[in-house]
């Protein structure tokens, strides 16, 4: 496997102060908004999304995380380690990922939503769109459209997890 780096640490944090600021301009009610970051590169995610929210306007808007493996149909988890901040029930929810493939994390990302409570709305921000959606499943606000192969993969590393920030793709060699 061959890796390349694609975004670096500076690129990957213009794509979230750009994706917080798209958030501002369609969001009137920022006070309405809950940020749901999917685990694990996610949450880190929306945090970041978070604080961007906060030096930009000030708004301290509540960010928190959702662990979608219960609700997949590929995988059989009993535990849900889910933890929101606040109430969902009429809020405009934020879900946050890191990579957009097939859309099946999404689908169960909602299932687990739901099942917490019923949003006013529901949008999907994702630092990077790579295609090859199996579901009519589309993001809101995206930082990269980083076309691939089937047989190529989008890797995504964060500080809080990687110790760095970039973005690689991954192919076969």
Known sequence: MKSKEIVDAMTMKRAITRITYEIIERNKDLDQLVLAGIKTRGVYLA????????????LKVPAGELDTKPFRDDMKVAENTTQMATDITGK??????????????????????VSLGRPARVSLAVLVDRGHRELPIRADYVGKNIPTSSDEAIVVEVAEVDGQDRISIVAPD
């Open 92 to 113: 405009n929810v934020i879900l946050v990922d890191d990579v957009l493939y097939t859309g099946r994390t999404i689908r169960a990302a909602i299932d687990n939503l």
């Open 47 to 58: 945090q970041r999304i978070q604080d961007r929210l906060y030096e930009l306007e000030g």
